[in-house]
Every structure is written in structure tokens, then in C-alpha cells.
């Protein structure tokens, strides 16, 4: 059973009410599930306790693993909703709910209808932090799958590797996917499963010694080219994820070189690039084979360089060179952007309840693009009216964005994958503002108000004045300076990334909507039938 002062312990730089918010909500599902039971037979309450625990890990705040203690409370009917929002809050409430909301969607295993429930749950959820506690909760029911009844089992497995590990991995967190999807494995193709793992174990074993010797070699000679507070590790790769490719390479395993990894951890992004230098100079990189995701960051906002070289202990080798605040992002992806570890650095000098409405006001925009296609599953003629089995808050927001769900940057928009192909930046005050990638200062302003785009005065990235065609990158703290006597240029319709800021930059500038051809329309008719 996981104490609370297992719990406490992973909160770093929590306020005593903080400890003592947690240590209530302990209590009180304790209290909750008193009497009730695993699948394994165990006490129910070991199950949010290990949840909480996980968010805890991941550096969440107080409210969140509250949530985490509290998330089966209110379904069953155990406790009153209103009894969980006196004790603890709306906040919190709110995050239960959309928790137990997520329950509800299940997925039986339909290839096209996993995207679509992605979608579905990513609107569904609408906090990001509800998503986190449900990958926390998803983690601990799958670390204790055996104990469900037999025919249940592959569903869930099945579910958490088409849908979890997926959302997971499109916020970044790489660990999270990872051991979601080792989990599932096993029980969604037993065969494929054992294969996998029997081959890694081999292969593992064959480099293990040589890539001991090449860790040793590489650490020498860093050392001696001056990068010296680094760390190196050697990483192993998901069953999974090595399952896929080996599909991907007709099973031949002597085309996979990246099963056994070596990992260069170092402070600067100037170390990676030398630490490049010291690897290749001191063995042959494989041509074709060098990727700088540092210079061109996954969608997701994966950073590091890899490249694979030839060693005489190891044989081929993949190296992968990142500093630490890369490695703590590619496993805990966006988590890492609300830490509450990480905030305690950078907010120091708010004040608390300044540092509370960061978590409260978390708006994701990309809810708004799903409506449309939410609209066309359930209404008649995809208009609002005839949208009966859409939730209220969802029409309500539909019906303030009608203007836009007509045109067509719009609905071309709607084609390209909604959320890996985005961007998580903040605001000064910490708001999550969602674009696509390569958006730029400008988008955001325009995202924020339209006030503040037609104003647009300058901008600061982290802190730095940047030029108006800066690519924004995942976790960017972007600061708007707005003048009264600014106004757009024609030129920013081609450093604009979104259709929303176009929109406004060509009516701020007087110019009209471009026409629509009369081809276009009877197109965009013939795709409703
Ligand atoms: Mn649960």
C-alpha cells in the first residue's frame, strides 16, 4: 500500500497547506473505498493511492493528486459530488468529473475508429491535467491487469496501446507511452510478445560488454575535450516499439541498431554539438543515419541528436546526445511544462494565487477546431441545430464559432492530424495556448485577442526580444508588447501560420475575404453526402 508519505516525499517544493491538502484527500478516499475490493482482492484504496502516487512523480500539483486520491470516489456513487467540491473544491470536482467522463468512451478495437476516439477523449477532457490523471490511473490498472477477469483483459490492453500510449506520446511523454505499451503487449499478442522480448534479450546480451567498453572509451574522451559535467546512460528499447519496427524491417534484426542505445547527457546545447564532435571523431558515422532533432524538434517536442556510429567493441551503435532539460521533456512531455517542481523555479516571485491560476484557466483551443466533425457524427445536416447528442458545453461553443467553421483554411485545417502537429506555448501568466507548429508570435497574439494581433507592437521569447517570423517551440513562455499605434502589415499574412490570424490581418487591413469559387462550394457540398 503506498503511504502517504510516499506521496508527500516525491512533492519537492510543495507548501505545508499543499501536504496537508493531499493528506486530507488520503484520508478521505481511504474512507471512501473502506470495504471495497480489487479484482486482486486487495484493498480498492491501493489503486488511487498508486495513482496519486504517479502524479506526484511526474511533479504535479497538489490539486492534481488530490484528484488522483479522489478519482473513483464520485463514480460509483460512493460519495456525493458535492461532498468531494465542499471538502476540496470546484477545481478539483472538475477534474474528477472529466476523468469519469473519459470512462465512459471505450474503444473495442476498430483500427478506424481509433483516431477518432483519440479526438473524442482530447475534447472530452478539455484539462490537460484530466488526461494526466487518467494515464496515471491507466497506469496502475494496467501494472495490475492479470487480476481482471480473462475476457476483459485484451480490450483494456488493447485500448491503452491504440489510444493511451497514442495520447501520451502526442504530449511528449515519452516514458508514460513507453510503459503503457510494454504493459499492454503482452496481453493484446502473447506470441509476438515473448518473440520480441527473447530476441532483445539475445541481442542485449550479445552488445552489453562492447557497449560497456564504448560507455568507458566516450566517457574518457569527453573528459578530456573539456565536457566535463556530463552523464551517460545506456537506454533499451520498448518491446513494443522494437516490435514495430522489426515489422517495419521484415524481422531482420541485424537492420535495427538502435535496441541498445548509449545516451550523452550534458548542461548546454553547446556540449551536444561538441559532444557530437568527440563521437565522430572518434568512430565512423553511419551515413544517412544522423538525425538533429535539437535544429528540427519532433512535433511533439522530442529534442536530441542521434546518430549511429561504427565502434570495433559494440558494432553499430546508436548515440543519442541531449542536454537535461531535453531528457526530463522526452519523458515527461507536457507534464514536465506544468511541474510543480519546475514551477517553483521560474514563478518564485509570484505570488501564490498568481501561481494558482496557472492551473485554472488551461484553455485548449483545439477543442474548438474538433466541433465541426463532432457535428457531423451526430447531427443530420452537420448544422448546430440538429446536433442533439452533442454536450451542451460543446454546442455552446460551436455556436459562438460558426462564423468560422465554414471556411475553408478552416476545414483544411480540420484534415491535418489536430494535436501532432501542435505546439504547447504559455502566456506570461502560464495559460497553455495551443497552436500548429511553426506558428509565431504573431498567431499567438491573435490567438490571445484580435485586439492584441491588430496591436502588435513586438514580441518576447523566454524573456528575449525576437523578430515576428519566430517559430514558436513547445513550451515557449511568449510575451506580447501591444502599442496603440501598431498595426498589421501585409507582410504578416505570409509570416502567419493559423487561419485565424490571416483572417484578422486581411480585415484589419481592408481587404476582403478572398471570393469564393463557385467550385469550391459544390465541392464542399458533394463531401457532405
Ligand atoms: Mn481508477
Known amino acids: 500500500m503506498t503511504t502517504i508519505k510516499e506521496i508527500v516525499s516525491e512533492m519537492k517544493g510543495a507548501t505545508p497547506e499543499d501536504i496537508a491538502f493531499v493528506e486530507k484527500a488520503y484520508e478521505y478516499s481511504k474512507k471512501a473505498h473502506e470495504g471495497q475490493m480489487r479484482f486482486s482482492g486487495e484493498p480498492y484504496f491501493i489503486h488511487p493511492a498508486a495513482t496519486a502516487k504517479i502524479l506526484a512523480e511526474y511533479g504535479m500539483d497538489a490539486t492534481t493528486i488530490a484528484a488522483g486520491l479522489l478519482h473513483d470516489t464520485v463514480e460509483d456513487g460512493r460519495v456525493p459530488r458535492k461532498d468531494v467540491e465542499k471538502e476540496f473544491g470546484k477545481e478539483l470536482l472538475f477534474i474528477i468529473d472529466g476523468v469519469t467522463k473519459l470512462g465512459t468512451h471505450k474503444y473495442h478495437g476498430a483500427e478506424r475508429h481509433a483516431e477518432s476516439l483519440r479526438r473524442l477523449l482530447v475534447a472530452t477532457a478539455s484539462d490537460i491535467r484530466v488526461l494526466i490523471v487518467k494515464l496515471a490511473d491507466r497506469k496502475h490498472n494496467m501494472q495490475t491487469l492479470e487480476y481482471v477477469p480473462e475476457h476483459k483483459r485484451r480490450r483494456i490492453a488493447l485500448e491503452t496501446l491504440e489510444i493511451y500510449a497514442h495520447i501520451a506520446d502526442r504530449l511528449g511523454m515519452g516514458k508514460m507511452k513507453r510503459i503503457l505499451e510494454d504493459l499492454a503487449f503482452p496481453f493484446v499478442d502473447p506470441d509476438a510478445s515473448s518473440h520480441v522480448a527473447e530476441v532483445r534479450k539475445l541481442k542485449t546480451k550479445e552488445t552489453e560488454i562492447g557497449l560497456a567498453k564504448v560507455q568507458k572509451e566516450l566517457q574518457r574522451e569527453l573528459a578530456k575535450k573539456v565536457i566535463t559535467t556530463f ?23 541485424s537492420l535495427i541498431h538502435d535496441i541498445a542505445a548509449l545516451r550523452v547527457i550534458v548542461p548546454k546545447i553547446e556540449d551536444c554539438y561538441a559532444a557530437l564532435g568527440v563521437v565522430h571523431a572518434l568512430y565512423k558515422p553511419l551515413p544517412g543515419e544522423f538525425k538533429d532533432y535539437i535544429a528540427f524538434q519532433k512535433p511533439n517536442g522530442y529534442q536530441s541528436i542521434h546518430t549511429t556510429v561504427v565502434t570495433p567493441e559494440a558494432g553499430i551503435v546508436e548515440i543519442q546526445i541531449r542536454t537535461e532539460e531535453m531528457h526530463r521533456r522526452a519523458q515527461f512531455g507536457i507534464a514536465s511544462h506544468m511541474s510543480y517542481k519546475q514551477l517553483g523555479k521560474g514563478v518564485e516571485k509570484l505570488e501564490k494565487g498568481v501561481q494558482k491560476s496557472r492551473f485554472s484557466s488551461l484553455s485548449f483551443s483545439w477543442v474548438r477546431s474538433l466541433i465541426p466533425s463532432l457535428m457531423k457524427v451526430s447531427g443530420k445536416e452537420g448544422g448546430v441545430r440538429g446536433a442533439t447528442k452533442v454536450p451542451a458545453w460543446l454546442t455552446e461553443l460551436a455556436e459562438a464559432n ?18 501532432s502537429h501542435r505546439v504547447f506555448v504559455f502566456t506570461p501568466k502560464g495559460d497553455v495556448i495551443d497552436l500548429p507548429a511553426a506558428s509565431t508570435p504573431i498567431d499567438f497574439a491573435y490567438a490571445i485577442h484580435s485586439d492584441l494581433g491588430n496591436h502588435l507592437q513586438g514580441a518576447k521569447v523566454n524573456g528575449k526580444l525576437v523578430s515576428f517570423d ?10 506580447i508588447l ?48
Do not use: C
Open 231 to 253: 552523464r551517460t546512460d545506456i537506454r533499451i528499447k520498448g518491446l513494443w516499439s522494437l516490435y514495430q519496427k522489426l515489422l517495419r524491417k521484415n524481422d531482420d534484426i
Open 402 to 419: 460558426t462564423d468560422i467553421a465554414g471556411s475553408e483554411e478552416f476545414v483544411d485545417g480540420l484534415k491535418e492530424d489536430f494535436f
Open 470 to 479: 519566430t517559430a514558436l517551440g513547445n513550451g515557449d513562455v511568449v510575451e
Open 482 to 529: 501591444r502599442r496603440d499605434s501598431a498595426h498589421p502589415s501585409p507582410k504578416w499574412l505570409e509570416i502567419a501560420r493559423t487561419s485565424l490570424a490571416r483572417r484578422h490581418i486581411r480585415a484589419a487591413l481592408g481587404m476582403a475575404e478572398p471570393a469564393k469559387p463557385l467550385r469550391r462550394r459544390r465541392q464542399h457540398h458533394a463531401n457532405k453526402k
